[in-house]
Each structure stands twice: as structure tokens, then as C-alpha cells.
């Protein structure tokens, strides 16, 4: 057992590949559950990094610091009373939270977390990935449909409307960098060192973040500023694409659609919710891999060599670390209140798994394993910070605005990009 | 203290005595005009005089009074700076002509005029009530409306409560 | 509020279906998420565009009129702070300043100037609570706590001062009924220091802002012409670009000792209205730094007669409200109660013009010129 499980990690390519279906299983399993607790700590995240920028807490009764606040959430949404509304089609609105669901969890089988740890490496991976996104737009049009009530209609036309739009910008933006990657030179402008031309470009996931290692350059600082700027248009319409503030008009309060899951309640809008966080999770993933060099650390070819490997595989152990620093920190500036008690000792046991999880970083195996998956969570997680940043500082968009935005701005924008980076990848 | 002023000549003038009194008092002027005229000084005082500005449309009950209401405009001018109001008194079932097509600001004004008092105004594009229920039945600001006083029948039809209170 | 009621829209133009409707009336209801009150708008739309609207207003009409002629000169001063709310001191000083005149007193310099000093500090306080609800309309979550967090700081020196925050019933017939406390000159310079680098950050994170200038250019734009016309007064009349405010036209309250400007905006647009009222705000506080440093000494009550019983007559007086013109049009019988009182309220009159502001917008829009007229419900229905 143990030989196959250490002959399975010394492997050197993704289960899929290798036709193993039991490995590939473990890996779904694992993505599973490690979305779902990654949507949990969004959630967490995002109430706390919101309250704090409006000056004020967020949750600190639920847990130590409202730790515990998204499981009190999933509790509550789940003992909620499942109203469905009178002249409802019952089986549209059953399935469309969970099209969307599965659209969101479907692209992460090919999201590369290392080159060797995805469930399989297609060799259309963006493709796939972006094709299957598309499909959440059907979830939306089907629950705005479903619920019998012209809001939620219109409110899921707007939506789905967003989302058909800046889809376009972001394939503007995804074959730009798809182009870079049939290139053969090196750098951030690609002069071919032995002036051969052209590589094999692809759409594979694994093959784009080793092609930014092959050219020694994240592509986002390809060609400056032409990936910068495919860069941004993408994370534009990222967010647009999830119906994310500043784009948030179609779902918000304030107007008068009130968006298309107005009609649901309890746990089918706990799987809207979720469906939104694995979708930003997602694309927040192709950002990475396509501009932010995926897995890989920073300078793998600058600072080169043993030394500075060990080095950069500190740093997981070491954010952990840091982490269970904050937890003490907390623990320490607990109110002294004997009803704290509890709290404070939550905290502190937090704090001591934080630590461990950072200990056991250390070890040398996992160690070298953990490097890659690190690197790209960690790249993901600054793009989760951004959007909670975009829903605190931005208003929103008018809806003509915001189409105005994606089809007359971002799309002419886009292809502008796709020629220059084609003819600069000819030329040079 | 009775208001001497070019203005107030002119009008005097011109209309001799259906301008009843123009005085002073505390330093702001008022004029009172006939309810037949009342439109036609309003309108040369807005064209003419540059009152330009309609503050306000009120009106006050006097029921011992033969006319028992006393409609006001209170008008300002940009250009003076001066501040004036022009009354006219008439009787409960009388009307008055409205100021909408003068000021479109005697639009809403006129309509809580109607609504506390029952005053109807002429020429009116919409004179229902605005701050009462458009059932409602009696004219609370006038005096003989007691202040505890409701439409009953309204509260019990349309709130469902039994007493009407 | 009767809603089977015929509004000057034509209902009977709903079409059978909802989806091939040329027009389509929908109901903003009396609750908002927007605090502005219970306001409901009846809509006319065709799609997104706005053909007509219908304001219902009167869901909070409490009788304040009818109950004034019930009440004592002095009795009524509470009730007038009720109606708007947000503004209460400027209220009580318009009310109380108009029975003052109707008594032909003057409250003593002292007093005038504590007056000037909490009427400028509730000016302040009303914008800030404006700009945190406009930029919550408008999607920015972030200012309204901003903008509440530094009214506390006012709030504070109000309940010091008189015990209330809100509701203040600061100033008497006659002059203020309370000395200032001990450390008032020195909490409102404290103040006066805390609070325009927070102004600073309000404008740092909307003026500039690309989606807030795309949200309120050019929306809700209305000329001077119509202002006038309408009779809308305040801010929005400033912004349209009529330069006229009460406080220069016709001092009152010793305003004339005070060097201030009056901000004016170009287009009459919502960004236009935000502009002039950040300038007030700021505007507000040098009056307040100039008030602060030169509080007279002496009484702060005139000498009246117990028993507030003024002669037969009428008058009118209105001050600048940070809403807009507010008067009072008081008829005294001669009795210690007043015969009428009648208070010409600003929201009442800057609602009429949402009609013609929002023509031809998107339905987005609606609610940010709702928000920009800076309405306060207590005050249209009193």
C-alpha cells in the first residue's frame, strides 16, 4: 500500500494521463473538499476584510473572530424552510442552481496546481475550461425563468446578458496569451535566441505555465504592455463575468431587479452562493496560470540554484506560521472575561493547528510537493482579496454602462491586443 | 403700517379698488386683492414685477368671517430680493383661480391646499389629495374639523379596524 | 395611498403580457432599502426608460399644522424638530426665530451665536448623512460608515449640549435656554480639526471615481430656468447654478458678521449637487471656526413675557435648512396659541421636480436623483 501510494507521487504525470482512475478519484475528492472549505473561508473572509474596511468588526461572536460564523450560516441555510414559489416550474427550478454548481466545479478538473498534481491535463484545457463556465449562463437564465415573477426574469436576463458580453473580452484576452505560448524565445520580448521562430503553441493548461517557465517570463510582462494589458482586460471581465461588485447590478438591493435568486431560499441559494465563489475561484485560477506563471515560484531562473529553492520552499511553512502568529495575537488581546474563556481557548487551538500545518511544511517531502501547490493558492488568494477590495471601494455600474463597458471598450481593446501580440510574436 | 411702493401704486392705479389694502407689518409686506383679480395681479406680478419665485400657496380658516378663507401667495423676487404676499379672501364655496400655469410649483402646493381645506382651484391639471388617503372625507386643517378626529369610515374599511380609531 | 386609486398615468395601458409591453408601470413601494423613507414612486417605463413618474407621498403625515393651533407657542417647539428629522436644529431655529419676530424681540448676540454654531454643525451632520445614503444608492457601501462614524462626533456635542442627539429641541422663543457646557469651545475645535481630513477622504474615494462620474454626470440634470420655476431651493437650485442663498440674501441670526461663500455648480447634475455640497460642508465649518472663536459674552435669553401671547398679525420666515428654503408662515390671533401655522417645507417642493429630472433616464437613475434631491419624508409630510 505504501509503495503505491510513494510509487504514485515519484509518477510525473496527472492521473488522467495515466489512466489511473483511483488517483483521479482522490484528487476530485480533494479539490471537493478543498473548494468547499475555501468558499467557507471566502465567505469568512469576505465579511470580516469588508467590515473592516467600512470601520467597523464583522462577525466576533460566532467563533473566536467569527471563525465559526460560516458554519453557523450553512446551518442556518440548511434548516431553512424550502419555499418554492406558487406557479414555479418545479423541475427548472430545481436544476438550475445546480447547472451552475456543476459548471463551476466541472473546471476544476483541468486547473493546474502543479505539473503534475491536476486531475488530467487536457490538451484543450482553456478551451474546456472556458466552455464550461459559459454554461452557468443557462443556470441563470433557467432560475430567473423558473421563478414565475418578472424581477427575478429580468434580473436573470440582465445577468446572463453580463455574463454572454465580457465572456467575449475574456477570449479576446485568453488567445493573446494562448498565442504566447507558441513562441520560442526568452524574456519578456521573446527575442529567439537562436532566431528559429516558432514553437508548438497550446492550449493545455500544464503546457501554458510550463511554456512561461521555457521562456522565462510570467506573461503578463510578455511583449510589455501587451500582456499587462490582456492581463487587465481579463480581470476585468473576471469579474464581470461573476456578477461581482462593481458589475454587481443585476443581484443588488438597492435597485429595483432584485436579481435572479431572489426566489430562493435556504440551500438552494446556499448553492447559488457556493456556485458564485467556485466560479470566482475559477476563473481567478485561469488569471494565474494563463499570466501569473501558475505554480511556479518567483524567479525560477534569476534566482536559480539549490540555496534559493530551499529558500522559497520555506515560505509555506513559514505563512503558516505567521498565520498561527496572528492567531496568538489575537489570544493575547482577548478580553479577560471569564465568558471569553471559551473564545480564547478556540483561538489558541486554531493557532496551535496553524502551527502545525506550518511544522509539518517544513518536512522535507512534503516540502517539496507542497512548493507548487502553494505558490498558485497563494496567487489565487491575492486575486480573492481583489475582488472583496473591488466590492467595498467601487459603486456600481448602470446596467447600459456596464454593457457599454464590455462591448465598446474591453472587446476593441481585446482584439487590438490579439493583433499586436500576433504580429510582435511574427516579427520578433 | 400701509405699504407705500412704486409697485403697489402702479397697481392701485390701475385697479383702484380691487386692491382692498397693500400694508406693512414687521417689515413684510402684504397685499389683499379682490378674488376676481386675483390672477391677473399675480400673473403681471410674475411677468412685470419679476416675482419670479413662488414660495409658497397657503391658506388660513377664519369661519367667524363672512369669507371665511384666506388664500396666500408668498412670492419672492431674485432681482429685489424683496419678499411679498398677496391674499385674497373668499368664500367656502367659492374657487380660486390656479397659479399652476404661472409657477409649476403651485402644482403640489395647491393640491395640499385642497387637502387641508377643500379649496378648489380652477384650472388645475390634478387636484386630488396628496397627503391624505384619496378617500378620505373632510378637510382637517379647517377649524370645525376637531384635531382627534378621523374618517372613520375610511379607517374601517381600509385598515379593517373595527372601531374606525 | 388608496391603490386601487387612477393616478394621472393611464393604467389601463398595461398590456396582457409583461414581456411585450411597450409600457410598463412599476411600483417602487412605500419600504425602500434606501433610507430615505416611506416614499413610493409609480414608474411609467418603456424597458429601461422612464416616461413619467407619480410621487405618493404622505404615508408619514402627522397633523403637525393642525396640531400647532392646539398647542402653545412653546409647547410646539418639540413638534416642529420631528419633521425633518435629520435637521432638527435648523427647525427649531426657524421656528423660533419666526415667533421671535412675530414678538418683535431679538435673541441677545450670545445666543445668536451659539445658534450659528449648532445650526452649522446640524448642516454638517445632514450632509454627511446624505452623502453616506446617495453613495449607498449608488452601490459605494464603503462612505456611509465613513460619513456616520464622523457624525458621532456632532452627535456627541449635540447630546452634551441639550441631552438629545437627534430630536434636539435646542433653542427656546427668545434665545437658548442652556448655557454652553463647560469644554463646548473646545470640543467643536477639536472637531473643527478632526474632521476636514475626513471630508478629504469621502472626496478621495468618490470624486474622482470613474463609475461615480459615470453614475452622476449628466443624470437628473435640470436648468435654472426650472428650478426657479418649480421652486426648488437649496443645493440643487446652487447647483443649477443660481448663486442665491438665505443666509447672504437675508441674514438672520447674525449670519451677516460671518465671511462664507456660496458654492455653485455649472450643469445641475447630481455630480454638480454632490460638488456643492461637499463645499457647504466645508463652507459649514469656517463658519463654525469663525462663530467659535468670538462667542459674545451676555445673556442668552431675551427678556419676554412669560406667557407667550403675541399681537394680532402674520409673518413669514425662512431660513436656509440644509435641505433648502424652509419657512414658517405663522398667524397669531392674539392668543397664547397660534391661529396657523404653516411650514413651507423644502423636500415637499424639490420632489415635485423629480418628475422632470428623471424623463427620459434609466430606471438606475431614479433612485440616485431621489437621492441627490436629499429629500427627508418627516419634512414632505410633516
Redesign the interface.
Known amino acids: 500500500m505504501l509503495d503505491y501510494i510513494t510509487s504514485y507521487l515519484k509518477s510525473t504525470s496527472t492521473p488522467g494521463q495515466a489512466g489511473n482512475y483511483f488517483w483521479a478519484t482522490v484528487y476530485i475528492l480533494i479539490i471537493f473538499g478543498g473548494v468547499s472549505v475555501a468558499v467557507m473561508a471566502m465567505n469568512w473572509l469576505e465579511r470580516k476584510a ?1 467590515a473592516h ?4 468588526l464583522g462577525p466576533m461572536r460566532v467563533g473566536p473572530h467569527g471563525l465559526l460564523q460560516p458554519i453557523a450560516d450553512a446551518v442556518k441555510l440548511l434548516t431553512k424552510e424550502d419555499i418554492i414559489p406558487d406557479g414555479a416550474d418545479k423541475m427548472v427550478f430545481w436544476i438550475a442552481p445546480l447547472i451552475i454548481l456543476c459548471a463551476a466545479f466541472t473546471t476544476y478538473i483541468v486547473i493546474p496546481f502543479g505539473p503534475t498534481h491536476a486531475v488530467t491535463d487536457l490538451n484543450i484545457g482553456i478551451l474546456f475550461m472556458l466552455g464550461v463556465s459559459s454554461l452557468s449562463v443557462l443556470g441563470v437564465v433557467m432560475a430567473g425563468w423558473a421563478s414565475n415573477s ?1 424581477y427575478p426574469l429580468i434580473g436573470g436576463l440582465r445577468s446572463s446578458a453580463q455574463m454572454v458580453s465580457y465572456e467575449v473580452a475574456m477570449g479576446m484576452a485568453v488567445v493573446s496569451a494562448v498565442l504566447m505560448t507558441s513562441l520560442h524565445g526568452l524574456g519578456l520580448y521573446g527575442v529567439a535566441a537562436n532566431g528559429s521562430g516558432m514553437g508548438t503553441g497550446t492550449l493545455s493548461m500544464i503546457s501554458i505555465v510550463q511554456a512561461q517557465y521555457d521562456q522565462q517570463a510570467w506573461f503578463i510582462f510578455k511583449f510589455f504592455p501587451l500582456g499587462f494589458l490582456a492581463f487587465g482586460l481579463f480581470a476585468i471581465a473576471m469579474v464581470a463575468e461573476t456578477n461581482r ?2 458589475f ?2 443585476p443581484e ?5 431587479t432584485a436579481g435572479f435568486h431572489t426566489e430562493y431560499s435556504g440551500l438552494r441559494w446556499s448553492l447559488f452562493m457556493l456556485g458564485e465563489y467556485a466560479a470566482m475561484i475559477a476563473v481567478s485560477s485561469i488569471a494565474v496560470t494563463l499570466w501569473l506563471g501558475g505554480w511556479m515560484r518567483p524567479f525560477p531562473h534569476w534566482l536559480a540554484g539549490g540555496t534559493w529553492d530551499l529558500v522559497f520552499s520555506l515560505f509555506p511553512g513559514f505563512t503558516f506560521l505567521a498565520l498561527a502568529g496572528f492567531a496568538f495575537l489575537g489570544v493575547i488581546r482577548m478580553p479577560k472575561h471569564p465568558l471569553f474563556k471559551i473564545q480564547t481557548i478556540g483561538l489558541a487551538g486554531f493557532g496551535a493547528v496553524l502551527g502545525l500545518i506550518g511544522l509539518i511544511l517544513f518536512i522535507p517531502p512534503v516540502r517539496d510537493r507542497i512548493q507548487d501547490i502553494y505558490w498558485f493558492a497563494a496567487k489565487v488568494a491575492m486575486f480573492m482579496y481583489l475582488y472583496i477590495w473591488y ?11 456596464l454593457m457599454k463597458l464590455g462591448w465598446k471598450v474591453m472587446l476593441p481593446l481585446g482584439i487590438g491586443v490579439l493583433i499586436l501580440t500576433a504580429v510582435l510574436g511574427v516579427i520578433l | 403700517m400701509p405699504w407705500d411702493s412704486e409697485m403697489v401704486a402702479r397697481f392701485k392705479q390701475r385697479y383702484g379698488s380691487g386692491i382692498r389694502e397693500a400694508s406693512t407689518y414687521l417689515g413684510q409686506s402684504y397685499m389683499i386683492v379682490d378674488s376676481s383679480l386675483i390672477h391677473e395681479i399675480l400673473q403681471l406680478l410674475r411677468d412685470d414685477e419679476g416675482f419670479d419665485y413662488c414660495v409658497d400657496v397657503t391658506a388660513v380658516h377664519y369661519p367667524q368671517r363672512e369669507q371665511q378663507f384666506d388664500v396666500v401667495w408668498i412670492l419672492y423676487s431674485f432681482a429685489r430680493n424683496l419678499r411679498i404676499r398677496v391674499k385674497t379672501l373668499i368664500h367656502e364655496t367659492e374657487s380660486v383661480p390656479s397659479s399652476v400655469d404661472l409657477w409649476v410649483t403651485a402644482d403640489w402646493l395647491e393640491r395640499e391646499c385642497f387637502d387641508m381645506f377643500g379649496i378648489k382651484f380652477d384650472g388645475h391639471p390634478n387636484l386630488k389629495r396628496i397627503l391624505l388617503p384619496d378617500g378620505w372625507k373632510g378637510y382637517p386643517l379647517r377649524k370645525d374639523y376637531g384635531i382627534i378626529q378621523q374618517d372613520k369610515e375610511w379607517v374601517q374599511i381600509n385598515l379593517g379596524i373595527e372601531s374606525g380609531q | 395611498m388608496n391603490p386601487t386609486s387612477t393616478s394621472n398615468l393611464d393604467l389601463d395601458t398595461r398590456q396582457e403580457t ?1 414581456l411585450d409591453a411597450n409600457e410598463l408601470i ?1 411600483n ?1 413601494g412605500p419600504q ?3 433610507t430615505h423613507g416611506v416614499l413610493r414612486v409609480i414608474l411609467k417605463l418603456d424597458g ?1 426608460k422612464v416616461l413619467g413618474t407619480e410621487c405618493v407621498i404622505g404615508y408619514l403625515h402627522r397633523g403637525v399644522e393642525k396640531i400647532a393651533e392646539n398647542r402653545t407657542y412653546t409647547m410646539f417647539n418639540p413638534y416642529v424638530d420631528r419633521m425633518d428629522y435629520v435637521a432638527a436644529v435648523s427647525n427649531g431655529l426657524g421656528y423660533c426665530e419666526a415667533v421671535e419676530k412675530l414678538l418683535n424681540v431679538e435673541a441677545p448676540p450670545r445666543a445668536r451665536y451659539i445658534r450659528v454654531i449648532l445650526t452649522e454643525l446640524n448642516r454638517l451632520a445632514s450632509h454627511q448623512l446624505w452623502l453616506g445614503t446617495h ?8 462612505p ?3 460619513t456616520f ?1 464622523d457624525r458621532e462626533e456632532i452627535l456627541k456635542i449635540f447630546e452634551k449640549y441639550c441631552g438629545a442627539r437627534l430630536t434636539t429641541h435646542a433653542f427656546r422663543i427668545g434665545g437658548c435656554v442652556y448655557e454652553t457646557y463647560d469644554g463646548f469651545e473646545d470640543d467643536v475645535k477639536k472637531f473643527l480639526k478632526f474632521v476636514p481630513p475626513k471630508i478629504d477622504e469621502y472626496e478621495e ?2 470624486t474622482t ?1 470613474r ?2 462620474l ?2 452622476t454626470r449628466n443624470v437628473g440634470t435640470i436648468s435654472a430656468k426650472d428650478c426657479i420655476a418649480f421652486g426648488v431651493t437649496g443645493p440643487v437650485l446652487r447647483a443649477s447654478g443660481v448663486k442665491w442663498d438665505i443666509r447672504k440674501a437675508q441674514p438672520y441670526s447674525g449670519y451677516e458678521n460671518f465671511d462664507f461663500e456660496i458654492p455653485t455648480g455649472q450643469n445641475g447634475d447630481t455630480y454638480d449637487r454632490y460638488l456643492v455640497r461637499l463645499a457647504e460642508m466645508r463652507q459649514a465649518l469656517r463658519i463654525i471656526d469663525q462663530a467659535v472663536n468670538s462667542i459674545p459674552e451676555g445673556p442668552i435669553m431675551a427678556k419676554i413675557p412669560k406667557v407667550i401671547k403675541p399681537p394680532v398679525g402674520e409673518i413669514y420666515h425662512s431660513i436656509e435648512a440644509p435641505k433648502g428654503e424652509l419657512g414658517y408662515f405663522i398667524v397669531s390671533d392674539g392668543s397664547t396659541q397660534p391661529y396657523r401655522v404653516r411650514v413651507r417645507p423644502p423636500s415637499f417642493v424639490n420632489l415635485q421636480a423629480l418628475d422632470l429630472m428623471v424623463r427620459g433616464a ?4 431614479v ?1 440616485a436623483v431621489i437621492g441627490t434631491l436629499d429629500i427627508v419624508l418627516g419634512e414632505v409630510d410633516r
Open positions: 469588508l474596511f467600512q470601520i467597523r418578472h461588485a462593481p454587481d447590478l443588488a438591493e438597492s435597485e429595483l466590492r467595498a471601494t467601487f459603486p456600481r455600474y448602470r446596467f447600459d454602462q | 409583461f412599476i417602487m425602500h432599502p434606501a429601461e453613495a449607498l444608492d449608488i452601490g459605494a457601501m464603503t456611509l460608515f465613513y462614524r474615494l468618490l471615481n463609475i461615480w459615470e453614475r434609466l430606471v438606475a437613475d433612485i
